[in-house]
């Protein structure tokens, strides 16, 4: 994974959102002006062999794409790691920088997309780009679960699974919050759960509460745990 990573942070294959994210980084937001922003293709983070994989969409301009850690400094991260932690699988319930001390033993979360795209929205063709790195990283950490963050990666995790040759069930399932899929052909059975992404337009309106999320973790560690035994 280390040498995956390497490459990725290095990645210019998507013109628009090589433009986007530098130009990000060198205009900034007037509240961070005094900070240097990431502006590269940002690296999933967490756990090298982890039992659970998160998969969000893409890096947020101002934050992850401003720190260089997923879901890191912006209210998305403050959800994510705030029920992570409360459910036992992250060290703190904040996420501020990638010197913060944060710590995942268990997971790790990537994206569909690793590079900031404008009005959070990459274009088909970018996400059909990026969805080699996605390829790679499943394949070779092969975990317990993955938790797709809205029907964006939902559909993303379903493809690379069939693009790596796990059992995808046809007609592919549809994406809901809490929907499971369970691949039984694997070598250990395999849990997907969906999961609203804790975007403001989710949490600000009440469409994901924070119990929600959280019994979406739970229901993760439960079936990591039972495939450990
Ligand atoms: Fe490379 Fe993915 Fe960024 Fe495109 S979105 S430039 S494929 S890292």
Not at 58 to 74: E, L, V
Not at 112 to 122: G, I, Q, S, Y
Not at 200 to 211: A, I, P, V, Y
Request: proline residues 7%; contains cysteine; charged residues 20%.
């Amino acid at each position: 994974m280390a040498d995956i990573d390497t490459r990725l942070v290095q990645c210019r294959a998507c013109p628009r959102l090589v433009t986007w994210r530098e130009q990000v980084a060198r205009d900034k937001r007037a509240s961070y002006r005094d900070q240097d922003y990431w502006g590269a293709p940002v690296p999933s983070f967490g756990s090298a062999d982890p039992d659970i994989l998160i998969i969000g969409l893409a890096p947020g301009a101002h934050g992850a794409n401003r720190t260089g850690r997923m879901f890191t400094g912006d209210r998305s991260g403050d959800w994510l790691f705030g029920s992570l932690h409360r459910v036992g699988l992250a060290a703190s319930a904040t996420s501020t920088s990638r010197e913060d001390g944060q710590h995942l033993d268990r997971v790790r979360i990537t994206a569909a997309v690793h590079c900031a795209p404008p009005d959070n929205k990459p274009t088909p063709q970018e996400g059909a780009t990026c969805a080699a790195w996605l390829d790679r990283e499943v394949a070779l950490l092969a975990p317990a679960v993955l938790i797709p963050l809205g029907g964006i990666a939902w559909r993303a995790t379903l493809a690379t699974l069939s693009r790596i040759g796990w059992p995808v069930p046809r007609p592919r399932p549809a994406f809901a919050h809490g929907a499971e899929v369970i691949l039984a052909g694997t070598v250990a059975p395999t849990l997907i759960i969906g999961s609203y992404h804790p975007s403001q337009q989710n949490t600000f309106t009440g469409r994901l509460t924070e119990r929600m999320l959280d019994a979406v973790f739970l229901r993760a560690r439960e079936h990591a745990d039972a495939s450990r035994g």
